[in-house]
Nanobody, 124 residues
Framework: QVQLVESGGGLVQTGGSLRLSCAASGRTFSTYGMGWFRQAPGKEREFVAA????????WYADSVKGRFTISRDRAKNTMYLQMNSLKPEDTAVYYC?????????????????WGQGTQVTVSS
């Protein structure tokens, strides 16, 4: 089992920045990849970014490319999402997720463990 806890969400103005954290515990050595997803009211949960835990290779949704940066600290078992130039359309609950088996996936259906989510609200 892997437990995930997100933090760092909040209210920010358009153009502002936030840094989300996802702390992993439990059988973290078995984690192959991790990702960030988000879900806005009335919409499906969508892919934001993913990272291969061992090498740090990353992938991004087109909507956040150039504005968001995913990273991880293996010693701390923590993944981050640095979000810059935030827009109102970035408002959502952000979830982190962990995947045990390769490959890294952009599909939420492929992830094994999920955090409880953290709210990000961008005001216009």
């Amino acid at each position: 089992q892997v437990q995930l806890v997100e933090s760092g969400g909040g209210l920010v103005q358009t153009g502002g920045s936030l840094r989300l954290s996802c702390a992993a515990s439990g059988r973290t050595f078995s984690t192959y990849g991790m990702g960030w997803f988000r879900q806005a009211p009335g919409k499906e949960r969508e892919f934001v970014a993913a990272i291969r835990w061992s090498f740090g290779t990353s992938w991004y949704a087109d909507s956040v490319k150039g504005r968001f940066t995913i990273s991880r600290d293996r010693a701390k078992n923590t993944m981050y999402l640095q979000m810059n130039s935030l827009k109102p359309e970035d408002t959502a609950v952000y979830y982190c997720a962990a995947k045990i088996n390769p490959p890294v996936s952009l599909s939420r259906a492929d992830y094994d463990y999920w955090g409880q989510g953290t709210q990000v609200t961008v005001s216009s």
